[in-house]
């Protein structure tokens, strides 16, 4: 081949890089290649670009134009109408200059969120392998299950943007790092619907229920003391308001079927106080996402006898029977 033609290629292919990297519209992180949105809804989608800009938004499966202006600080915000099940679909973003989103599936969006016992990977922790993972992992090849994991953030301030992540394809090396319970639920979904599906785990070890609340949420509990900002962070899957700040506020919003929780450990020696913590979560989520009143499916915690951990935890009197039956 010609040099001087492979010279011109090379030289369009990086000017095409340089206009897609430097655009000023910027959707939200958790909007990527490879998303999966939810079908049959208006889904919200958010993002930025320069003040006072006008936002072009052309969605591939009904070519429709949507037309936004941007607030005093960037900010932008659109509800576009989805279709049944179905996809790859692109969605084109135009401020003056191109930033398009490819290989979007519409299906069934499910959101995971917790401690340990959802953060827990297939390949399990070391020396705590899970039974039948290693099968399961090789046999994960999917392309019509999408996986996306909310990158860890404890906070004091709430954050108008997660950490950047990026939706990844079902297959071995990329499941062998997601959650456990979030990979099985969104395989089991995917068979029996036989629809796309996408899954969010948003979960951190060791995590109390009052870190994934809002001040909001906590005014109800006077007990618990909600940090102010810059406060130095102690414990960073436990101090309040700080998991819900970093991980949780950034995609509240993000549309989904419905949400599944696995937590408690963390506030077994407080089951009085945990019964009336976790439904006002889970109202306050339901309220703020302007999702309607989503399915919220939650799994109890172990049988175990936390007495065993005195008096290396708190409280280690009690065990797990009093927080299930809260």
Same mark, same amino acid.
């Given at each position: 081949?010609?040099?001087?033609?492979?010279?011109?290629?090379?030289?369009?292919?990086?000017?095409?890089?340089?206009?897609?990297?430097?655009?000023?519209?910027?959707?939200?992180?958790?909007? #990527?290649?490879?998303?999966?949105?939810?079908?049959?809804?208006?889904?919200?989608?958010?993002?930025?670009?320069?003040?006072?800009?006008?936002?072009?938004?052309?969605?591939?499966?009904?070519?429709?134009?949507?037309?936004?202006?941007?607030?005093?600080?960037?900010?932008?915000?659109?509800?576009?109408?989805?279709?049944?099940?179905?996809?790859?679909?692109?969605?084109?973003?135009?401020?003056?200059? $191109? @930033?398009?989103?490819?290989?979007?599936?519409?299906?069934?969006?499910?959101?995971?969120?917790?401690?340990?016992?959802?953060? @827990?990977?297939?390949?399990?922790?070391?020396?705590?392998?899970?039974?039948?993972?290693?099968?399961?992992?090789?046999?994960?090849?999917?392309?019509?299950?999408?996986?996306?994991?909310?990158?860890?953030?404890?906070? #004091?301030?709430?954050?108008?943007?997660?950490?950047?992540?990026?939706?990844?394809?079902?297959?071995?090396?990329?499941?062998?790092?997601?959650?456990?319970?979030?990979?099985?639920?969104?395989? @089991? @979904?995917?068979?029996?619907?036989?629809?796309?599906?996408?899954?969010?785990?948003?979960?951190?070890?060791?995590?109390?229920?009052?870190?994934?609340?809002?001040?909001?949420?906590?005014?109800?509990?006077?007990?618990? $003391?909600?940090?102010?900002?810059?406060?130095?962070?102690?414990?960073?899957?436990?101090?309040?308001? #700080?998991?819900?700040?970093?991980?949780?506020?950034?995609?509240?919003?993000?549309?989904?079927?419905?949400?599944?929780?696995?937590?408690?450990?963390?506030?077994?020696?407080?089951?009085?106080?945990?019964?009336?913590?976790?439904?006002?979560?889970?109202?306050?989520?339901?309220?703020?996402?302007?999702?309607?009143?989503?399915?919220?499916?939650?799994?109890?915690?172990?049988?175990?006898?936390?007495?065993?951990?005195?008096?290396?935890? $708190?409280?280690?009197?009690?065990?797990?029977?009093?927080?299930?039956?809260?």
């Amino acid at each position: 081949m010609n040099v001087k033609f492979l010279k011109k290629i090379l030289t369009f292919g990086l000017i095409v890089f340089a206009i897609a990297a430097n655009a000023t519209v910027k959707p939200a992180s958790i909007f #990527t290649d490879h998303m999966v949105l939810q079908q049959q809804s208006n889904v919200a989608i958010w993002g930025w670009a320069k003040p006072s800009a006008k936002v072009k938004i052309i969605t591939s499966w009904n070519k429709e134009n949507y037309s936004i202006t941007t607030d005093q600080n960037g900010k932008w915000k659109v509800k576009v109408a989805t279709p049944s099940a179905g996809g790859p679909y692109n969605i084109e973003f135009n401020d003056g200059e $191109k @930033l398009i989103l490819s290989d979007i599936l519409i299906g069934e969006v499910w959101f995971c969120g917790g401690q340990s016992n959802m953060e @827990l990977p297939m390949k399990g922790y070391k020396g705590q392998p899970n039974i039948g993972s290693n099968e399961a992992i090789l046999k994960s090849k999917n392309p019509n299950i999408r996986l996306y994991t909310v990158p860890r953030s404890s906070i #004091t301030e709430r954050q108008e943007n997660s950490k950047p992540s990026e939706w990844k394809l079902s297959e071995p090396e990329v499941v062998a790092n997601f959650s456990a319970t979030a990979y099985y639920f969104g395989t @089991l @979904l995917n068979e029996i619907l036989d629809v796309p599906v996408g899954i969010i785990n948003d979960s951190y070890s060791g995590s109390s229920i009052e870190a994934w609340m809002s001040p909001e949420d906590l005014k109800s509990f006077p007990e618990i $003391k909600i940090p102010s900002k810059g406060d130095s962070i102690k414990e960073v899957s436990r101090t309040p308001t #700080t998991l819900y700040n970093g991980m949780l506020y950034p995609v509240i919003g993000y549309s989904v079927k419905g949400a599944i929780w696995y937590q408690g450990e963390s506030n077994y020696e407080r089951p009085d106080q945990y019964e009336s913590l976790f439904p006002a979560m889970v109202s306050s989520w339901r309220k703020n996402w302007d999702n309607g009143e989503f399915p919220f499916y939650y799994a109890q915690i172990a049988p175990y006898n936390y007495a065993q951990l005195a008096p290396f935890h $708190k409280g280690g009197k009690y065990n797990s029977a009093f927080l299930r039956d809260a």
